[in-house]
Every structure is written in structure tokens, then in C-alpha cells.
T-cell receptor, first 113, second 117 residues
Framework: KQEVTQIPAALSVPEGENLVLNCSFT??????LQWFRQDPGKGLTSLLL?????REQTSGRLNASLDKSSGRSTLYIAASQPGDSATYLC????????????FGQGTTLQVKP | SAVISQKPSRDICQRGTSLTIQCQVD?????MFWYRQQPGQSLTLIAT?????????ESGFVIDKFPISRPNLTFSTLTVSNMSPEDSSIYLC??????????????FGPGTRLTVL
């Protein structure tokens, strides 16, 4: 049974700092991995999708990497801003494209001005 | 991409009543899903809404409690029946894009925040 873990559960950083959020999964047979952002009381916003054959994806200040063999993904946020404050969720789909998304518990990020 | 809207955005309901949540996607999608997010928790899949056939429910969720309709490729409803305070959660509609530049990306609606008294 696939399990997804995100560490740390919460993180507080000063504005401008570069930071890394971690996601690990127990079964390396994944189809893809997706990072989401959730603002309090809101739905999820898709940030990046990495297919199992890819190593990383970039969008603006965000860079997500995937190491399938070790069961890890990281989300790198450059030059953090107070507007980045939110909960970041990692989810994996597998083993095939018909698999359901399995979510981690999320990392709640606070960026202080 | 897909833009998903939900109605209502929030509701406060009495125990024993039912609430139907509507989900509209701005494009035709093959796969739609309903999730529940209990306070302080991550997302749990309730069911896959299948167009033209009965929904596929995950373990722990049953059709009598969470009936789902999917009349076409852009719309679905989830009903939370005979509600109890334990049903207080955010309910999220989701759709997976299976063609174009955003293939395989799953999108979510803004959620419906339900409080049962």
C-alpha cells in the first residue's frame, strides 16, 4: 500500500529565503507525482506535475525534482515571499495511469515579511 | 487546463438532512472525482464519478450515504445524506485532464465547506 510522507509538517522562514519541501513515498512504482498548493479553507491549486520518466519540472520560482528509485521528491522555492504562505501537498499516482492520487499530509509554510 | 466551480461554497446544515453539492468543469473531461478533507487532515478519495454509469466508491464510502450523479462530461453532483456532525468537512470536486498540454494533471474545485450541527 502506497504511503506518502511530507516532512516537515510546518516550516517558518523569513522572506527572501530559498527553501526545500520534502516528499517521500514507499512504493517506487509510480506513474506521476503532482505538487499542489492549498490556501486556508480553499481548494487545491496544481503547481507542478512530474511524470515518472522525468527528473524535474520548473515553473517560475518553483522547481520540483523526482528520484523514483529512492522514493523522493523535493519542491524548491526560490526567493520566498509572504504570498507563498500556504500548505503544500504532494500526491503520487500509480502504478499505472489508472491509479488514484495518494496524498501526503502536507507542509504548512509561513513566510514572514 | 480545467477550471472547476462548486456550489455551494459553504453551508451549515442540521443533523439528519441532506445536501447536494454541484460541480461544473469548464471543459469536457473523462474523469471526475469527489474528495473529502476533514479538519486538519489531508484529502481522502470518496469516489470516481463515471459518466453514464454508477460511481466507483472507495473503501469506507457507500452509495446510500454519498450518492453521485454524472449526467455529462462537464457536470457532477455529490449528495451527503442523513448528515451527522462527523460529516463536517470540506468536499472537493476534481477532474483529470487526459489530453493536450496538461495531460495527466488533476485539477480541483474551490471546495464546499460543510458544517453539520
Amino acid at each position: 500500500k502506497q504511503e506518502v510522507t511530507q516532512i516537515p509538517a510546518a516550516l517558518s522562514v523569513p522572506e527572501g529565503e530559498n527553501l526545500v519541501l520534502n516528499c517521500s513515498f514507499t512504493d517506487s512504482a509510480i506513474y506521476n507525482l503532482q505538487w499542489f498548493r492549498q490556501d486556508p479553507g480553499k481548494g487545491l491549486t496544481s503547481l507542478l506535475l512530474i511524470q515518472s520518466s522525468q527528473r524535474e519540472q520548473t515553473s517560475g520560482r518553483l522547481n520540483a525534482s523526482l528520484d523514483k528509485s529512492s522514493g523522493r521528491s523535493t519542491l524548491y522555492i526560490a526567493a520566498s515571499q509572504p504570498g507563498d504562505s500556504a500548505t503544500y501537498l504532494c500526491a503520487v499516482r500509480g502504478p499505472s495511469n489508472t491509479g488514484k492520487l495518494i496524498f501526503g499530509q502536507g507542509t504548512t509554510l509561513q513566510v514572514k515579511p | 487546463s480545467a477550471v472547476i466551480s462548486q456550489k455551494p461554497s459553504r453551508d451549515i446544515c442540521q443533523r439528519g438532512t441532506s445536501l447536494t453539492i454541484q460541480c461544473q468543469v469548464d471543459s469536457q473531461v473523462t474523469m471526475m472525482f469527489w474528495y473529502r478533507q476533514q479538519p486538519g487532515q489531508s484529502l481522502t478519495l470518496i469516489a470516481t464519478a463515471n459518466q453514464g454509469s454508477e460511481a466507483t466508491y472507495e473503501s469506507g464510502f457507500v452509495i446510500d450515504k454519498f450518492p453521485i450523479s454524472r449526467p455529462n462530461l462537464t457536470f457532477s453532483t455529490l449528495t451527503v445524506s442523513n448528515m451527522s456532525p462527523e460529516d463536517s468537512s470540506i468536499y472537493l470536486c476534481s477532474a483529470r485532464v487526459t489530453s493536450g498540454q496538461s495531460t495527466d494533471t488533476q485539477y480541483f474545485g474551490p471546495g464546499t465547506r460543510l458544517t453539520v450541527l
